[in-house]
């Protein structure tokens, strides 16, 4: 018990300086940050609330989506404002007070939960040449583990209750070994976003962990501080990125307006430059089938769990 309060605490010390060694200033999840632009604000100027669900933390949050919300914001003409929060249920649930307009989700949330919270997606990312993505299953580097199985009885990280890498996959996986977590592992911990789940592992502050793949893969190339600490030792089958959603209550118009110009963002040089520093191809219409694999694998661990 003693050992699980110390993870804790030193996660929660270690996850304020994510990637970076730098002074980090704390966000608060529940503020609306606007986003800089570089004309003048104009007080009759209409205001568009994205949310994005905690896949990174906040100051890698920030960095990540910074661009491409300043290019949206210009391209419309409204101010774009964005809105964070810890949890991915926390943000889907600003959809039905009418808190946000739309807002950048993990793929399990979409894929389980569109009806509930009342939004549609409206693009999804090309990726390294294809709508998909994988959830990773990593260890440290040096550490004496090469398949699931090697992790019975030790430490490991979910990331939010929600997530289909971070927490769905990894269930399912146990489900095909005949295991739940709470008798494989000796304890888990859930992180709330994926660079921190790798940070936990890179400071051997547990022993594995599920992670969305193409957030590995990105900090892996722009800054492999911590996933150089790390090793892949299983990949899951293929889901559909995690996409763009708005609210349903969003005009047709106005839907159709941030469509068009995030699916030709990449014929346009500005926009071809910020998709290449996200490592993004483009955009592309999202497509329900890309998504029925995550329905079929959460019904079979929530049928074991009842």
């Known amino acids: 018990m003693i050992k699980r309060l110390l993870i804790a605490l030193l996660l929660l010390f270690l996850a304020a300086a994510c990637f970076s060694d730098k002074e980090y200033n704390s966000v608060d999840f529940s503020q609306t940050v606007s986003i800089p632009k570089p004309q ?21 949050t920030f960095v990540y989506y910074q661009d491409i919300l ?25 959809f039905l007070n009418g808190g946000i307009d ?7 949330p979409y894929a389980l939960e569109k009806e509930k919270y009342q939004f549609d997606a409206v693009v999804t990312p090309i990726i390294r040449g294809g709508p998909f993505y994988q959830a990773y299953l990593i260890v440290h580097k040096n550490s004496r583990f090469y398949k699931l199985e090697d992790l019975k009885n030790h430490t490991f990280a979910f990331t939010d209750p929600n997530s289909n890498s971070g927490s769905l996959v990894p269930n399912y996986w146990l489900h095909k070994l005949g295991e739940r977590p709470e008798s494989f592992f000796r304890n888990t911990n859930y992180t709330y976003s994926h660079d921190n789940s790798i940070l936990t592992v ?11 793949g193409h ?21 899951s089958q293929k889901f559909g990125n995690p996409p763009l959603v708005v609210s349903k209550t969003l005009s047709t118009e106005l839907r159709k307006s941030i469509q068009d110009i995030l699916l030709s963002m990449h014929e346009e040089p500005e926009g ?19 998504y029925e694999s995550i329905k079929k694998m959460h019904q079979i661990v929530i049928r074991l769990q009842t």
């Not at 003409?77 to 991915?88: A, C, D, G, P, S």
């Not at 739309?102 to 399990?108: D, E, K, N, P």
């Not at 910020?274 to 191809?281: A, E, T």
């Open 202 to 212: 890179a400071k051997s502050l547990v022993d594995g962990a599920a992670v969305d």
């Open 215 to 235: 957030k590995w893969e990105y900090f892996q190339q722009k800054d492999n501080t911590f996933t150089s600490q790390t090793r892949v030792i299983k990949k």
């Open 102 to 108: 739309l807002a950048f989700i993990c793929s399990g």
């Open 40 to 60: 003048p604000k104009l007080n009759s100027q209409k205001q568009l609330r994205v949310a994005i669900a905690a896949m990174i933390s906040p100051k890698e």
């Open 70 to 94: 300043q290019y949206l914001g210009r391209r419309i003409n409204f101010e774009i404002q964005l809105v964070q929060r810890k949890t991915y249920t926390e943000v889907n649930e600003l």
């Open 272 to 290: 071809k430059e910020i998709l290449k520093n996200l490592l993004i191809d483009r955009f592309t219409k999202s497509e329900e089938e890309w």
